[in-house]
């Protein structure tokens, strides 16, 4: 485990505290590829020589994949609405985090991404403001944008560009959420098409979990927000939660979460709230318990491990802990590689898979999996990005 100390609590700068040292004048910066020596240097770089590359792309716009940063640079945009636990604190304040973003993208993934944090939660001015940026840009991150707004932004994104839009909230924590539950399977001896899952939250990670465990073969799911288990009947849904109510049908039965979680064999926890310790306890002998609300799960790992075989958390001070920063980098790797138009489905169940297989014989109860620090995540994500991307025909890079 990793001790800390940090108050994630503190909000007042502090010159002694080392959180808003590190912070100050930002955690990035931009840095030419290029050298500037002399007039030789920048009659290269800049006028009169760029002409020649600006000409070039003019006559054949695909260029900008390698006469630009464009095939190797990310937006990461929000609208500051959803900001970790903290909810809607705008767009100024979201900014140490999708900085923080970016810098991962940096590190684990080597691309380049910038932080757009947009003044407007209105759904059509944010999809036209980053419809006009594209162009600067290979792919695009959405980062912290409240639900149901972000099903829609999101949405439409994919429908009117021809790079990658992915919503992390969602997909990144599908996918790595997914991982852990193929290799906590495996050690309970379980098949995923016999699980009985539970989830709690109905924002856009629950959704997004749904749909990836129903894609990799998990049939009976119950999604539970604050009233309880969504199910077919139940009044006052919303199109996403009637959504959830069709697609969880088979399974899903009125109740509250205690009754969903009576017998069933996995718990998914993105909503933040608290589990009652003898819902816990009612769960199927070997449970799986996936507590992933930060920085309060939504079952304290002491609690969990009274009842169930395999606990995982979000955070970085248990075992298992299930980190969106597995899978992003190297999605947007791969898809970058291959300039993909778009993420698919089959991509992103490739890179559960990808994470999941980097366990190996490694695998066990305190260990799911690998380590958001294991250096072959990225580039094994990558590999099975870029090889689905080519299979599907969404790959405009085919070498």
Known sequence: MVATDIDVHADTPDPDDPIFALHRGGKMAIAATVPLRNAQDLAMSYTPGVARVCEAIAAD???AHDYTWVSNTV???TDGTAVLGLGDIGPAASMPVMEGKAVLFKQFGGVDAIPVALDTTDVDEIVETIVRLAPTFGGINLEDISSPRCFEIERQLIERLEIPVFHDDQHGTAVVTLAALINAARVTDRELDDLKVVISGAGAAGVAIMKMLQSAGVRKIAVVDRSGVIHPGREGLDVVKAGIAEATAPWAKPGTIADALDGADVFVGVSGGTVPEAAVASMAP??????MANPHPEVHPD????????????RSDFPNQINNVLVFPGIFRGALDVRATRISEGMKLAAANAIADLVGDDLSET??????????VASAVARAVTDTAR?????????
């Open 75 to 77: 937006a990461v945009v």
């Open 391 to 399: 299979r599907e025909g969404l790959a405009r890079r085919p070498y």
């Open 286 to 291: 070997d449970s799986i318990v996936f507590a």
């Open 61 to 63: 716009p695909a260029l």
């Open 303 to 314: 609690i969990a491990h009274k009842y169930a075989r395999i606990v995982a958390t979000g």
């Open 367 to 376: 260990y799911v999996i690998p380590s958001p620090f294991d250096p072959r």
